[in-house]
């Protein structure tokens, strides 16, 4: 039954999918951080939606919610139109988010997806200041459409697009070329002479953390100097936390530690807390300039995903939750190292921070492996970097130590597996 149902999605789902080929089995159930397929087997989810499962599945009390808020009629279409649904997530959100962090900032509901808050950020951003280029960073990602390939690093993704990407410059994101080189000294006397043909851009556009790059960590230092950057050039900052914000790297927003103070944020994946389709351009309100309409789709807002999205704003009302996603972090923090020290057949490096982390490997194909033997055991984990080159976990912020220990033991068993059966190959 199982190879009969991925036999319909071979033969009927466009060659485009990705995700069922690296974890082929038919899943019918999920709850917290674990999910079931067809034949009963149990998986440690160590993938949560590529970030959009902050909260791990079908949390009990969102569910309570939009159970109950579907069995009332509640609204589910809207477009723009005030529902009560919207009015209860604006509120809670600047009362629970933003008040207590001290911003102030305007709330767009740009369209339900990731690549289109960061499509109505370039737009924003270009409204603005009445500049056309953008500075993007290597190895970044920014989401599938025209505007957010264009400052998306990934040569492949861009190919995609079929059409020349312009009005981008991309520089050199944080130790990308060692650790010892400046890059900002470069950006900056790029951005001061006159005859180096980069023009003044409207903004500037990043991760804190590079999800889908190769989970490359930008030092706190060099955000603030990106920061220092933009404000002496009167260039707009965009930090985009659609992957690493709501809590991914320990904090609501990625850059809180970092104590910087971007002019556009963009959030989506977890920010509808249960897993629907839900993304937020923040903004300051001096840059609030948007004509009705100027920028719109049918599905902007989400009103299942409000229902969901105020319940899981819950969460953050309780300095304890915060406090356990740091105590888990180290936790992984010192399991990876612990990976790199005993096996340095893996010739590995620690990437990331929070519950964003993996480790960088060399060795050709190695982390690949290891997610695939990691699948055959019962956990669900993904690889990040142009060449696949980091084993990454992404595990729900509410699992708990048992599920954490459980998932770590799966992973260095398969890491042992293939050493001991030599598939290390060396570049």
């Not at 270009?126 to 290597?138: C, E, L």
């Not at 009705?292 to 995903?305: V, W």
């Not at 969901?308 to 009302?317: D, I, N, Q, V």
Request: glycine share 10%; aromatic share 10%; hydrophobic share 40%.
């Amino acid at each position: 039954m199982l190879n009969d149902n991925l036999k319909i999605i071979e033969e009927l789902e466009s060659s485009v999918r990705s995700y069922v080929r690296s974890f082929p089995t038919v899943f019918t159930k999920a709850k917290g951080y674990k999910m079931w397929d067809m034949e009963g087997k149990e998986y440690i989810d160590f993938f949560s939606g590529a970030g959009a499962l902050n909260y791990g599945h079908n949390d009990p009390k969102m569910k309570e919610k939009l159970v109950e808020y579907i069995m009332n009629d509640g609204i589910t279409h809207s477009l723009d139109m005030a529902t009560k649904a919207k009015v209860d997530f604006l509120d809670k959100f600047n009362e629970v988010i933003l008040k207590p962090r001290n911003m102030d900032f305007k709330v767009m509901f740009p369209g339900p997806t990731g690549t289109n808050t960061v499509e109505s950020a370039l737009k924003l951003a270009r409204k603005v200041t009445g500049r056309t280029d953008v500075i993007s960073f290597t190895n970044g990602f920014h989401g599938m459409t025209i505007g957010s390939l264009s400052v998306t690093g990934n040569s492949s993704k861009r190919k995609g697009a079929g059409i020349p990407l312009q009005h981008v410059v991309t520089m050199p994101y944080d130790n990308f070329v060692s650790e010892d080189l400046d890059t900002l000294e470069y950006l900056e006397r790029f951005l001061e002479d006159g005859g180096s043909g980069v023009d003044l851009p409207a903004a500037m556009i990043l991760e804190t953390v590079q999800g889908e790059g190769g989970i490359n960590v930008a030092r706190f230092e060099w955000l603030k100097k990106i920061e220092e950057i933009c404000n002496k050039f009167g260039i707009l900052l965009i930090i985009d936390d659609v992957q690493a914000g709501v809590g991914r790297t320990g904090t609501f927003f990625s850059f809180e530690p970092a104590g910087i103070k971007p002019d556009i944020v963009c959030l989506s994946k977890s920010i509808g807390g249960f897993g629907s389709p839900l993304a937020l351009t923040l903004f300051k309100p001096e840059l609030d300039i948007w004509n009705p309409g100027e920028h719109n789709g049918t599905f902007r807002g989400n009103n299942h995903a409000f229902v969901t999205a105020t319940e899981s704003l819950s969460y953050w009302e309780d300095k304890a939750f915060e406090e356990s996603i740091l105590r888990k972090s180290d936790k992984i923090t010192e399991f990876l190292n612990s990976l790199v020290e005993k096996y340095p057949e893996l010739k590995g490096e620690v990437k990331g921070r929070g519950f964003m982390q993996g480790i960088e490997t060399p060795v050709s194909g190695l982390a690949s492996k290891v997610a695939a033997a990691a699948f055959e055991r019962g956990l669900i984990m993904e690889t990040s970097g142009v060449e696949d080159q980091v084993f990454k976990l992404f595990p729900a912020l509410i699992i708990d130590d048992e599920g954490l220990e459980n998932g770590f033991k799966i992973i260095e068993e398969s890491i042992k597996s293939i050493i001991k059966n030599k598939e290390l190959v060396t570049n």
